[in-house]
């Protein structure tokens, strides 16, 4: 409670106590009277001070009400909801402004507006897009138009997001590198692995430009243009860079870039690169190793390999039993459910870096780690069961399917022709369709293998695995931005638009891995999501809000951040505390 001066039209300060309380009209904050107290010239008469008097009065009596944690409501069982009511609050976003502000990016955005004196809040706007994307994803209209839903002042134009896109697009590089400095110095990121990936985001426009171009890749189904995205992450799943590439750019061709920033600019010392089979170049790895001494690599690197894709040499070491060892460290038997062995190796590698187009054959030393499982086993026989079933039905009636339909299927069937342009399933003249049954029986003899290779030679085969399936964690991470955070379909045309959208998308998501990380990892993001945007409220009397969602993750929540979600009602101004308090 306050002490309100209403200034009358006799020229006379007229003094009452008042609190504050949600007007769903205006949508703004309005005191309402609680206590009149008369004219100030005829309090004067009475108290030597009646402006400091009844100061103290309004703020015992706001003490008192919050010691007594008890209000009488009046309820109107008939009472109607004004029009235009503005619906459920949102008080979830709490937690996700709170690591928006340990890692300072306010303070990095409020710097740039006076460097460049705008007239509009940048970090309102990206306030606004991020807890947006983070809650209720959506296009940036749509985050405009319900930004009510937050207990912010959003004093913007629509206009004014879009002019800010542009914005965000130049200061994206150096904003990606002050966060990475921010997250070591407030959440220990652990650098000394990275795990790097490559996906694409598929737009809604009808002819591909320079950048959305459409994949050179067979799994997609959508005839759409792209973009592709390299990103990098710590140990932790924590994003670090990400860059945007052509949609028709290899996987392979993005490695540099975005390894090369991370190596020169983001101080992170040696590093592991793990990635998967497709990053796989000699130049690739000529570019981390740089040495052909293989008891001093500059980097490192662990990546998968294509048991199928290699030598005839590999191949037989690798369906060699001798040398395969279980879990427990004994030798293999049939009956073993894990076994894996290794070696180290010098293997050519071919390189064009040194030297433009033309190649130079380089070695280097690396430990091959081979291991099958009887649970991978399983998985691949399966699969392949549900190709094998599509290639016959394929052999059978090849027009029911064209060139996506028929992807995994189409490689075990002979004489099949996929015309480039309609994409139709034919046959090739004069030949007839049939299932190869023999490459079916030559890769069953490889089912639940993998192999991964890696500059490491004195690290344990038990730990090379166990980085490696770290990257299943940047496999998440894209589900998480594509899904959750419904980062694709993309509806911004604009170039410098484009980018200024996966940059929001790019710190939603380290946000969300950083609150993962805070509770130890115990909750996907999914679940941390909806359960932030379950913590609403609704005006229920005055400045009373009433929650409904409470339960174990919340509570985890809470705890992890300081932040009580666990009342069922918070005065107006406890929850505009409670906000202040995370933005210190």
Not at 197 to 225: C, G, H, M, W
Request: with cysteine; net charge positive.
């Amino acid at each position: 409670m306050y002490l309100k001066k209403i200034k009358h039209k006799n020229n006379r300060t007229y003094l009452a106590i008042a609190k504050s309380c949600w007007d769903p009209k205006t949508k703004t904050s309005t005191g309402k009277t609680v206590l009149s107290l008369g004219y100030l010239d005829a309090l004067e008469k009475e108290y030597d001070d009646p402006i400091a008097h009844f100061k103290e009065v309004a703020r015992q009596m706001t003490a008192d009400e919050r010691a007594r944690g008890k209000v009488q409501i009046d309820i109107a069982l008939d009472e109607r909801l004004p029009k235009d009511a503005p619906g459920l609050r949102n008080f979830g976003y709490a937690v996700p402004m709170k690591i928006y502000h340990d890692l300072e990016i306010d303070e990095f955005l409020k710097a740039q507006m006076i460097k460049e004196k705008f007239d509009f809040n940048t970090n309102s706007i990206m306030i606004l897009l991020l807890m947006s994307r983070i809650l209720y994803p959506g296009s940036k209209k749509k985050a405009f138009d319900e930004k009510g839903r937050f207990f912010e002042r959003f004093d913007f134009t629509l206009d004014d997001v879009y002019r800010a896109l542009t914005h965000f697009d130049k200061i994206s590089e150096d904003l990606q590198r002050f966060i990475h400095s921010r997250v070591k110095q407030k959440y220990k990121s652990d650098t000394s692995i990275i795990y790097y990936d490559v996906t694409n985001y598929y737009f809604e426009i009808s002819k591909p430009d320079e950048l959305r171009k459409y994949t050179k890749n067979a799994k997609q189904n959508r005839k759409k243009p792209v973009v592709q995205m390299g990103l990098a992450m710590d140990n932790d799943g924590v994003p670090i860079h990400y860059e945007i590439f052509p949609g028709n750019k290899l996987d392979k061709e993005t490695f540099r870039s975005v390894i090369g920033e991370v190596r020169n600019t983001y101080d992170t010392g040696r590093i592991i690169v793990v990635a998967d089979m497709g990053i796989i170049t000699g130049d690739n790895i000529f570019y981390l190793i740089d040495s052909n001494k293989p008891e001093k690599p500059r980097n490192g690197y662990v990546f998968s390999f294509s048991v199928r894709g290699g030598t005839k040499k590999f191949k037989e070491y690798v369906l060699n039993q001798d040398g395969y060892t279980g879990i427990n460290g004994k030798a293999a038997t049939d009956e073993t459910d894990f076994k894996i062995k290794s070696r180290i190796e010098r293997r050519d590698i071919n390189v064009t870096m040194l030297s433009g187009r033309s190649q130079k054959t380089k070695y280097v030393y690396e430990k091959q780690v081979v291991f099958w499982g009887y649970k991978y086993f399983l998985k691949a026989r399966t699969e392949r069961a549900e190709i094998l079933k599509k290639a016959e039905e394929l052999a059978a009636d090849p027009k029911s399917y064209n060139k996506a339909t028929s992807y995994g299927a189409a490689a075990y069937v002979d004489n099949l022709k996929i015309d480039e342009e309609t994409g139709e399933a034919t046959v090739q003249k004069g030949k007839v369709l049939a299932v190869n049954y023999d490459k079916v029986r030559e890769e069953e003899k490889y089912d639940g293998y993998y192999s991964i290779v890696t500059s490491e030679l004195e690290m344990n085969d038990f730990d090379i695995v166990d980085t490696y399936k770290g990257l299943w964690e940047i496999e998440e991470t894209f589900k998480i931005t594509k899904s959750d955070l419904e980062t694709r379909p993309v509806y911004v045309r604009d170039e410098a638009h484009i980018d200024a959208h996966f940059l929001t998308c790019f710190i939603a998501l380290t946000i969300l891995r950083l609150i993962q990380k805070k509770t130890d990892k115990k909750y996907s993001a999914e679940k941390i999501a909806c359960n932030l945007r379950k913590i609403e409220c609704m005006n229920e009397h005055e400045n009373i809000y009433l929650f409904g969602h409470r339960n174990e993750i919340t509570d985890a929540l809470g705890e992890a951040f300081g932040i009580d979600l666990s009342k069922k009602r918070l005065l107006l101004t406890e929850i505009k505390k409670m906000l202040g308090d995370v933005k210190k």
